[in-house]
């Protein structure tokens, strides 16, 4: 069974641009997670969907992030425009409706804003 | 404010040694404990703990969770150099909705010396 899988890896754009992260949550898994790590910060989470609907957005730091899932199936994640605050990890989880709900974990995209 | 404590930050060990990783927490609206191990990208699933005083095994590793002290440790035993990593511990909120997001510690560096 295929994890969850995030692209691209690692993506470097300057100030005041736009970039896209895309997460793909593992097959059948309804919730999905968006979650940021900063330089030397923990992991925090950014939102959540279920299937196509936002549950809780609690954790977006503002309103230049933009998170979709159209369809239910992958989620995107646009920063538009970008800040030098914005770099750091962006991961991505996925876990079932029903059972233990543990959370699975994407590689993460590597986000430096220059 | 919510928070996880994760000790010690950094640990260095040789092969065969057993180690004692703590994780802290005070979170309102508690529902599971979780541990990861994340080495190069994505954080992988361990244990996820939901009762107090039930250890939890897989291989060499074991956990367990105290939820009235409000801690878990995760203990390895016999380690081996597969097991250096960043181990991370993570609270999961019971939220508004359906929403039950991860809190984390700043994890956990594990070396583990031939």
């Known amino acids: 069974e295929a994890g969850v899988t995030q692209f691209p890896s690692h993506s470097v754009i300057e100030k005041g641009q736009t970039v896209t992260l895309r997460c793909d949550p593992i097959?059948?898994?309804?919730?999905l997670y968006w979650y940021r790590r900063v330089m030397g910060k923990e992991i925090k989470f950014l939102l959540h969907?279920?299937?196509?609907?936002?549950?809780?957005e609690s954790g977006m730091p503002n309103n230049r992030f933009l998170a979709e899932r159209t369809g239910g199936t992958y989620s995107t994640l646009k920063v538009q425009p970008a800040e030098l605050e914005d770099s750091g990890v962006y991961f991505c989880?996925?876990?079932?409706?029903?059972?233990?709900?543990?959370?699975?974990f994407g590689p993460g995209t590597r986000l430096t804003v220059t | 404010e919510d928070k996880v404590v994760q000790s010690p930050l950094s640990l260095v060990v040789h092969e065969g040694d057993t180690v004692t990783l703590n994780c802290s927490y005070e979170?309102?609206?508690?529902?599971?404990l979780l541990w990861y191990k994340q080495e190069k990208k994505a954080p992988t699933f361990l244990f996820m703990l939901?009762?107090?005083?039930i250890e939890k095994k897989s291989g060499r590793l074991s956990s367990i969770l105290d939820k009235k002290e409000l801690f878990s440790i995760l203990n390895i035993t016999a380690t081996q150099t597969g097991d250096s990593a960043v181990y991370l511990c993570?609270?999961?909120?019971?939220?508004?909705?359906?929403?039950?997001?991860?809190?984390f510690g700043t994890g956990t560096l594990l070396a583990v010396q031939p």
């Open positions: 969907f279920v299937k196509e609907s936002k549950q809780d």
């Open positions: 989880a996925s876990s079932a409706w029903t059972g233990t709900y543990e959370q699975y």
């Open positions: 097959s059948g898994h309804d919730n």
């Open positions: 993570a609270v999961e909120q019971r939220g508004g909705g359906a929403t039950n997001k991860l809190i």
């Open positions: 939901t009762s107090s005083g």
């Open positions: 979170v309102t609206n508690f529902r599971s």
